[in-house]
């Protein structure tokens, strides 16, 4: 950002001109006195001494700034600053005292507060002078390595404050070691004072966007009832939301302040999942989750605080617009997809807070754009680009900060946020020095803003997306004083995108090739859209089966948005893994529906019918589907009257169903048969099931052979029957008949078996055994019609019907 070369209006009091001239008189003569080698007393000499300790000396001491109150103070305020000094040297510190300094002459411009922040030493000119007397702590001694707590409390008329401004307030320790016995400045630490006393002629308008927004939490599994409980990666999410958890205090301390909640709308969608059964991965199983009374309670409170407040919804689960632009925009369907994430937003938003969002903002991380950037954003819809002012630079001509909105083409604003202000409570803020010098410089560059010239001013400033708990603390306790000022008013986002353009900002969106480093070395790589893009396909090739498609379709939707989140950033790994588990689950339902292997199938006859079992083990039903059996020998085995034949597939959930199929044997032998299930747009579906049927025929030869084995036995027996009629008509006729008579009819009775057993046994040598297993002896006679059904097994608790 371009800034004020000078700073008008910001000359110090004539009193504290004189006091900078004498002090600085009196700390050149020594340096004068040796230059010309002049005779000094022992006091005298000291001087020299105490300035080069002064020198390289400062950092004996560390001074810690633990908290500074009032932040903005004004005429009739008491300044209190309270902290520790702990003793870095090997020697003790005597005769110590802690003292506050404020310097000579304001801060002239942004760039010189940055420079300011990072002067290490102690500068007497720079730092001023001690404010003293009665404004100090004293200590006797510090003690190497130990911290001592101070609180000093001044009033404001004596830090002699000049005209309005940004003053550098130094906190300072003075002692003396056993190496140097005379009072010198030990340790020192800075921040800075804004002062604006009274009323502004022109007040900043400020709009600070509040981001609501997580990582990701849902997996794309879900529970087999009609409720589909979910499932959720881990229990981060009940901890953030819980008390004192990074959420719940973004809640708490956003509804006091003015400004504008961005809302990620999958971080409701996955709070309300939570205020029903839900489930939580645990290893390698899951465990009942706990926490509904807390996410309700948040839910609650996050609908009574954006209640008339200005609410932006982004793209659901804020895909990553640098990734798309610059590794997916070329992936079938990835676009699509974000549109669809955009257009979803504001119902989740709308449903769940009773807020009608704003949908038309698009926020990249860090503010970076670049046209392919910009162009991804306009296809989902987007009109307003929230840019960052480090992104898209002022020239160095501009001498002050520019309205936020920017003119870029087509109808499109760039929304520039501010980059100082945006990025002044990134890092850790759980140290109370920390947060409190985070939070003076931040109203440090917000005044001097508002300082820069008289023409009022529209200013955004958008924080880190994911703010920690004590970040969060930090931007409050900031925004909170800054609202308390004297400079600065709230302004919502869309009328900061609405205010009328300053002609001298720039409005060119930078090349491709100025884009940070990080911003491209965090981003998704491109087959992470070819990922995402194959998921898609299987969805939609097992979609088109189900008979109650949203149940699969919603869940693995937002799934597929999530993998595509901002918030996967340098997390390369963990990404990778979400997506591989959303693929296997995804091959996993999809194989519920499926084909029962089969093992060998006899098939006796000239015709018969083929079982086929397709199991669906969904929870619902499934249709649109077809099986079709193919013979891969239609020679030898027709399926029907062709080759194949194919036979609509509809089975309720959790059931299995046999299919039949008519089959002709042309001949003996083993034919191999593949059943294929395929979808209504002819797409194979699942594997498919290869066996083999086995045709055994019983042919007329044999049929004849066995008839003429039946006759001659029923012509032996007649012939039986006649011999014995006539024996016993003449034994009758005869009397009691004679040994040789007995003896003739036994002779002739054995005679006629011994002729009916010769009839059987040629009968059974024409027909040759046959078994289960072996092939008839005539493979290319035809088979009759009404041939036995064969006993052996078909498969899987089938059989071939005929």
């Not at 091959?587 to 199938?601: A, F, H, Y």
Request: with cysteine; hydrophobic share 35%; proline share 5%.
């Amino acid at each position: 950002m371009a800034e004020a070369a000078d700073f008008q209006g910001t000359s110090p009091s004539p009193a504290r001109r004189w006091l900078l001239r004498t002090g600085a008189l009196f700390a050149g003569a020594p340096l004068l006195a040796g230059l010309f080698q002049l005779p000094a007393a022992p006091s005298v000499q000291a001087a020299p001494k105490a300035s080069l300790a002064e020198a390289t000396g400062s950092n004996t001491v560390e001074v810690s700034l633990d908290s500074l109150t009032p932040s903005v103070p004004t005429d009739g305020d008491t300044v209190t600053v309270s902290g520790t000094v702990t003793n870095k040297g090997k020697q003790t510190v005597t005769d110590a005292h802690v003292g506050l300094r404020v310097a000579s002459t304001a801060v002239t411009g942004r760039s010189a507060i940055d420079t300011a922040a990072k002067r290490t030493g102690f500068d007497p000119y720079s730092d001023g002078e001690e404010v003293g007397g009665k404004y100090v702590e004293k200590f006797s001694k510090l003690t190497s390595g130990v911290a001592q707590p101070f609180t000093i409390s001044v009033p404001v008329k004596e830090l002699d404050l000049g005209s309005d401004g940004i003053y550098q307030l130094g906190v300072s320790l003075s002692g003396r070691t056993a190496a140097a016995q005379y009072d010198q400045v030990l340790g020192i630490q800075r921040t800075f004072l804004p002062w604006q006393p009274d009323e502004a002629g022109t007040k900043t308008k400020t709009t600070y966007l509040w981001p609501l927004i997580s990582t990701t939490h849902l997996t794309a599994e879900t529970g087999p009832g009609e409720q589909q409980t979910p499932f959720f990666l881990n229990d981060d999410l009940a901890k953030e939301i819980s008390a004192g958890g990074r959420l719940e205090q973004m809640l708490t301390l956003g509804k006091d302040l003015d400004i504008t909640w961005v809302i990620d709308p999958d971080l409701l969608a996955s709070v309300v999942a939570m205020t029903e059964n839900y489930r939580v991965r645990s290893g390698s199983t899951t465990v009942a989750g706990t926490n509904q009374a807390v996410a309700k309670q948040w839910l609650a409170d996050l609908e009574t605080a954006v209640q008339g407040e200005e609410v932006i919804a982004l793209p659901f689960a804020d895909p990553d617009l640098a990734s798309l632009a610059h590794n997916g925009k070329t992936i079938t369907g990835s676009l699509s997809r974000l549109k669809d994430a955009t257009d979803v937003a504001s119902d989740t938003v709308q449903n769940i807070l009773r807020v009608a969002p704003e949908t038309n903002f698009a926020w990249p991380v860090n503010g970076a754009v670049d046209p392919s950037i910009v162009k991804v954003a306009i296809s989902a819809g987007a009109d307003k680009v929230i840019a960052r002012s480090d992104s898209l630079q002022e020239s160095r001509s501009l001498s002050y900060t520019p309205n936020a909105a920017r003119p870029i083409g087509g109808g499109t604003t760039a929304v520039v946020a501010d980059a100082r202000l945006s990025t002044a409570f990134q890092g850790d803020m759980t140290k109370a020095e920390k947060s409190t010098l985070a939070v003076q410089r931040f109203l440090a560059q917000s005044l001097m803003t508002d300082l820069q010239n008289n023409k009022q001013r529209s200013v955004v400033i958008a924080p880190q997306r994911m703010p920690t708990a004590s970040q969060a603390q930090t931007m409050a306790q900031a925004l909170t004083a800054l609202q308390g000022g004297n400079w600065s008013q709230p302004q919502e986002l869309s009328a900061a995108a609405a205010a009328k353009p300053d002609p001298d900002a720039n409005t060119k969106i930078p090349s491709a090739s100025t884009r940070s480093s990080t911003v491209c070395r965090q981003a998704l790589p491109k087959s992470a859209f070819e990922e995402i893009q194959a998921t898609q396909v299987g969805l939609d090739r097992f979609k088109v089966i189900l008979s109650d498609q949203s149940r699969v379709v919603t869940p693995f939707g937002r799934t597929m948005d999530r993998e595509m989140s901002t918030s996967w950033r340098g997390r390369c790994m963990e990404a990778a893994v979400y997506r591989n588990d959303v693929q296997n689950y995804l091959d996993s339902l999809t194989e519920q529906v499926r084909l029962i292997e089969k093992s060998e199938t006899k098939l006796s006859g000239r015709s018969a019918t083929i079982p086929v079992t397709v199991q669906n083990n969904l929870v619902q039903g499934v249709d649109n589907l077809t099986l079709r059996l193919t013979s891969l020998a239609p020679k030898r085995l027709k399926i029907g009257d062709d080759d194949f034949d194919e036979q609509s597939v509809d089975i309720s959930g959790e059931r299995r169903e046999s299919v039949k199929f008519t089959t002709n044997a042309e001949a003996n032998g083993k034919a191999d048969v593949v059943a294929q299930l395929y979808t209504a747009d002819g797409e194979k579906y699942g594997d498919e099931v290869r066996f083999t049927v086995n045709v055994t025929e019983i042919t007329p030869t044999v049929m004849l052979v066995i008839a003429g084995g039946v006759l001659l036995l029923v012509l032996a027996g007649f012939r039986m029957y006649t011999q014995r009629k006539r024996a016993a008509a003449r034994l009758e006729a005869e009397g009691t008949p004679t040994d040789d008579d007995a003896s003739e009819s036994t002779v002739e009775s054995e005679d006629a078996n011994t002729e009916a057993a010769s009839v059987v046994h040629t009968a059974e040598e024409e027909v040759p055994a046959k078994s289960g297993t072996d092939e008839p002896e005539h493979p290319s006679d035809p088979a009759p019609d009404t041939a036995p059904e064969s006993a052996d097994p078909s498969g899987t608790g089938e059989r071939v019907d005929r």
